[in-house]
Nanobody
Framework: QVQLVESGGGLVQAGGSLRLSCAAS????????MGWFRQAPGKEREFVTG????????YYGDSVKGRFIISRDNAKNTVYLQMNGLKPEDTAVYYC????????????????WGQGTQVTVSS
């Protein structure tokens, strides 16, 4: 069982930056592949990025490539999402998620979810 708590959301102007954090409970955090998803009003939940438990490899959705960076600190049971060059279309609730196994881009593959944190980018 893993419990996830996101933090770091807020209101930022276009072009600005935010760093989201996701703190996980449990002693086996390093065994979990971690993902970030987002959901805007009226839209489906979208894969943003994820980082593999085994290789540490990261993958990004096309809309955030070159702007967002995912990282993890297994000693702190925390995964981070550094968001740079934010755009109004990045406005959404951002969710952290975890799964045992390799990285997948669909939310159905993830067993554990945080409560979400709101990111709002003004133009």
């Amino acid at each position: 069982q893993v419990q996830l708590v996101e933090s770091g959301g807020g209101l930022v102007q276009a072009g600005g930056s935010l760093r989201l954090s996701c703190a996980a409970s449990g002693r086996t955090f390093s065994s979990y592949t971690m993902g970030w998803f987002r959901q805007a009003p009226g839209k489906e939940r979208e894969f943003v990025t994820g980082i593999s438990w085994s290789s540490g490899s990261a993958y990004y959705g096309d809309s955030v490539k070159g702007r967002f960076i995912i990282s993890r600190d297994n000693a702190k049971n925390t995964v981070y999402l550094q968001m740079n060059g934010l755009k109004p279309e990045d406005t959404a609730v951002y969710y952290c998620a975890a799964r045992l196994g390799e990285l997948r881009g669909h939310p159905n593959y993830y067993n554990y979810w945080g409560q979400g944190t709101q990111v709002t980018v003004s133009s």
